[in-house]
Protein backbone atom coordinates (compact mmCIF):
# COMPACT_ATOMS: atom_id res chain seq x y z
CA UNK A 1 0.00 0.00 0.00
CA UNK A 2 1.40 3.25 -0.88
CA UNK A 3 2.05 5.84 1.79
CA UNK A 4 -1.06 8.24 1.85
CA UNK A 5 -3.42 5.52 1.22
CA UNK A 6 -5.53 3.02 3.86
CA UNK A 7 -8.41 0.53 3.27
CA UNK A 8 -11.76 2.01 3.35
CA UNK A 9 -14.78 1.18 5.18
CA UNK A 10 -16.80 -0.85 4.94
CA UNK A 11 -14.67 -2.91 4.14
CA UNK A 12 -15.34 -4.84 1.04
CA UNK A 13 -15.32 -8.49 1.79
CA UNK A 14 -16.47 -9.74 -1.99
CA UNK A 15 -13.85 -7.03 -3.86
CA UNK A 16 -11.55 -8.39 -1.26
CA UNK A 17 -12.14 -12.13 -2.28
CA UNK A 18 -12.49 -11.33 -6.52
CA UNK A 19 -9.24 -9.23 -6.29
CA UNK A 20 -7.12 -10.31 -3.30
CA UNK A 21 -6.91 -7.06 -1.33
CA UNK A 22 -9.01 -4.54 0.22
CA UNK A 23 -9.72 -1.22 -2.33
CA UNK A 24 -7.58 1.40 -0.82
CA UNK A 25 -8.96 5.28 -0.11
CA UNK A 26 -7.07 8.20 0.51
CA UNK A 27 -5.81 8.86 4.02
CA UNK A 28 -7.78 11.51 4.71
CA UNK A 29 -10.83 9.75 4.14
CA UNK A 30 -9.70 6.63 6.04
CA UNK A 31 -9.30 8.86 9.03
CA UNK A 32 -12.65 10.90 8.47
CA UNK A 33 -13.98 7.03 8.67
CA UNK A 34 -12.23 5.77 11.89
CA UNK A 35 -13.21 9.85 13.44
CA UNK A 36 -16.70 8.76 12.48
CA UNK A 37 -16.21 5.14 14.37
CA UNK A 38 -14.71 6.40 17.01
CA UNK A 39 -17.76 9.26 17.34
CA UNK A 40 -20.47 6.65 16.93
CA UNK A 41 -19.25 3.33 18.99
CA UNK A 42 -20.38 3.97 22.67
CA UNK A 43 -18.25 2.51 25.52
CA UNK A 44 -17.93 -1.15 26.18
CA UNK A 45 -18.97 -1.53 22.96
CA UNK A 46 -15.97 -2.88 20.97
CA UNK A 47 -14.99 -6.28 23.63
CA UNK A 48 -11.14 -6.02 22.93
CA UNK A 49 -10.58 -2.35 24.30
CA UNK A 50 -13.88 -1.22 26.35
CA UNK A 51 -12.47 2.23 26.48
CA UNK A 52 -12.67 2.62 22.47
CA UNK A 53 -15.94 4.47 21.66
CA UNK A 54 -17.16 8.22 22.85
CA UNK A 55 -19.09 8.85 26.12
CA UNK A 56 -21.61 10.85 23.99
CA UNK A 57 -23.86 7.68 24.39
CA UNK A 58 -23.55 7.67 27.96
CA UNK A 59 -24.95 11.08 28.68
CA UNK A 60 -27.20 11.93 25.23
CA UNK A 61 -30.53 12.04 27.50
CA UNK A 62 -28.53 14.49 30.43
CA UNK A 63 -30.50 17.17 30.64
CA UNK A 64 -27.75 19.60 30.60
CA UNK A 65 -26.61 18.46 26.76
CA UNK A 66 -27.23 22.17 26.05
CA UNK A 67 -24.54 23.51 28.61
CA UNK A 68 -21.70 25.58 27.67
CA UNK A 69 -19.75 22.94 29.97
CA UNK A 70 -20.85 19.86 28.60
CA UNK A 71 -19.95 20.69 25.39
CA UNK A 72 -16.50 22.17 26.53
CA UNK A 73 -16.50 18.50 28.67
CA UNK A 74 -17.48 16.55 25.08
CA UNK A 75 -14.98 18.34 22.60
CA UNK A 76 -12.00 17.74 25.43
CA UNK A 77 -13.12 14.48 25.87
CA UNK A 78 -13.30 13.69 21.39
CA UNK A 79 -10.01 15.84 21.58
CA UNK A 80 -8.79 12.86 23.77
CA UNK A 81 -10.09 9.64 22.09
CA UNK A 82 -8.67 11.44 18.75
CA UNK A 83 -5.51 11.63 19.91
CA UNK A 84 -4.96 7.96 21.82
CA UNK A 85 -6.77 6.28 18.61
CA UNK A 86 -5.90 7.99 16.09
CA UNK A 87 -2.03 8.40 15.88
CA UNK A 88 -1.85 10.15 11.83
CA UNK A 89 -3.20 13.33 13.51
CA UNK A 90 -1.23 15.72 15.00
CA UNK A 91 -2.21 19.29 16.77
CA UNK A 92 -5.88 18.26 17.67
CA UNK A 93 -8.84 20.81 18.24
CA UNK A 94 -12.27 19.68 18.45
CA UNK A 95 -15.23 22.46 18.80
CA UNK A 96 -18.79 20.88 20.05
CA UNK A 97 -22.26 22.68 19.47
CA UNK A 98 -25.85 21.62 20.30
CA UNK A 99 -28.88 22.79 18.57
CA UNK A 100 -31.96 21.78 17.19
CA UNK A 101 -33.07 20.28 14.03
CA UNK A 102 -37.23 20.09 13.66
CA UNK A 103 -38.77 16.97 11.68
CA UNK A 104 -42.51 17.39 10.31
CA UNK A 105 -44.40 14.15 10.61
CA UNK A 106 -47.54 12.89 9.16
CA UNK A 107 -49.43 10.96 11.14
CA UNK A 108 -53.03 10.36 9.06
CA UNK A 109 -54.52 13.99 8.68
CA UNK A 110 -52.09 15.50 11.53
CA UNK A 111 -48.39 16.42 11.03
CA UNK A 112 -46.60 16.69 14.17
CA UNK A 113 -43.39 18.70 14.74
CA UNK A 114 -40.88 16.51 16.26
CA UNK A 115 -37.24 18.55 17.72
CA UNK A 116 -34.13 16.73 17.58
CA UNK A 117 -30.87 17.50 19.42
CA UNK A 118 -28.11 17.93 16.34
CA UNK A 119 -24.47 17.66 17.93
CA UNK A 120 -22.15 19.16 15.53
CA UNK A 121 -18.75 18.46 15.83
CA UNK A 122 -15.91 20.19 14.24
CA UNK A 123 -12.17 19.13 14.02
CA UNK A 124 -9.12 20.56 12.89
CA UNK A 125 -5.70 18.83 12.90
CA UNK A 126 -2.57 17.89 11.04
CA UNK A 127 -1.76 14.83 9.40
CA UNK A 128 0.93 13.51 10.92
CA UNK A 129 2.85 12.36 7.98
CA UNK A 130 3.09 15.26 5.83
CA UNK A 131 1.83 18.22 8.11
CA UNK A 132 -0.99 18.64 5.69
CA UNK A 133 -4.24 20.18 7.58
CA UNK A 134 -7.15 17.90 8.05
CA UNK A 135 -10.36 19.44 9.02
CA UNK A 136 -13.63 17.17 9.52
CA UNK A 137 -17.38 18.29 9.64
CA UNK A 138 -20.14 16.04 10.91
CA UNK A 139 -23.37 16.28 12.67
CA UNK A 140 -25.66 13.59 14.51
CA UNK A 141 -28.94 13.82 16.11
CA UNK A 142 -29.15 12.48 19.98
CA UNK A 143 -31.46 12.83 22.39
CA UNK A 144 -34.85 12.87 20.44
CA UNK A 145 -38.02 14.69 21.95
CA UNK A 146 -41.18 15.47 20.33
CA UNK A 147 -43.77 18.56 19.97
CA UNK A 148 -47.13 18.75 18.45
Known amino acids: MEPGTASGMPMDVLGFLEEGAFP ?24 PDPEYGCELWDHQFSTVQASAVWMDRMAQHMKEMIERYEG ?61
Do not use: C, W
Open 24 to 47: VVPEDASIANHIYLLLTTAKDEYP
Open 88 to 148: RLTDVHVKAEVDQAEFKQKQGNHVAGRLKRRLRITLHARLARTNETFHFMDTMMVAPFSHD
